[in-house]
């Protein structure tokens, strides 16, 4: 875990620098990034919180993402992980919304292999999908989304 509480410390720290604050919706690490930034000192300063969206209702309900994307792209795809973190963002008021939504394993999902993750970064002015793919156990791929999520994270906060 010591890369994650690395890439952590500097998502934290770059933050509270930039006054920036943060906030994450999840799906596969279910509340790993939010976790793991609050492990960090000073993490109060920049974490709005975190909305663990399990379930496409939540994903619908919490974080506004629409129902028709869900039901014609499933819930693994670029466009729905930028929605989650864009209403993350919106709903918990923050600066910018990280999300993680992809298939852990060990079955495949909504058509997407195991391993297949998508990161979403929101701002004011829009949201990105990014396609990670991954490989290794359920702990594995959760851990190595929570950490490309941090860099993720970091390489906005850094821009």
């Known amino acids: 875990m010591s890369n994650l509480h690395h890439l952590a410390g500097e998502a934290v720290r770059v933050a509270l620098g930039k006054g920036r ?3 994450t919706a999840e799906s596969l690490t279910a509340g790993m990034v939010s976790a793991v ?8 300063g920049m974490l709005q ?3 663990v969206a399990y379930q496409n209702s939540v994903k619908v309900g919490v974080l506004a993402v629409p129902a028709e994307l869900l ?14 973190a864009s209403g993350a963002r919106v ?21 997407k292999a195991v391993g297949t993750v998508y990161i979403g970064i929101a701002n004011a ?12 156990g359920r702990a594995e791929i959760r851990g190595q989304a929570c950490a490309a999520a941090l860099e993720r994270l ?3 906060l850094s821009a």
């Open 21 to 23: 604050t943060v906030a």
């Open 37 to 44: 930034l609050a492990d960090t000192p000073g993490a109060s």
């Open 49 to 51: 919180g975190g909305v």
């Open 71 to 84: 039901a014609t792209a499933g819930s693994v795809d670029a466009e729905v992980a930028a929605a989650m």
């Open 91 to 111: 709903a918990l008021g923050a600066d910018i919304g990280v999300a993680t939504t992809g298939v852990a394993g060990p079955q495949p999902h909504d058509g």
């Open 125 to 136: 002015a829009g949201a990105t999908g990014y396609l990670h793919t991954f490989t290794g």
């Open 154 to 156: 970091l390489t906005e």
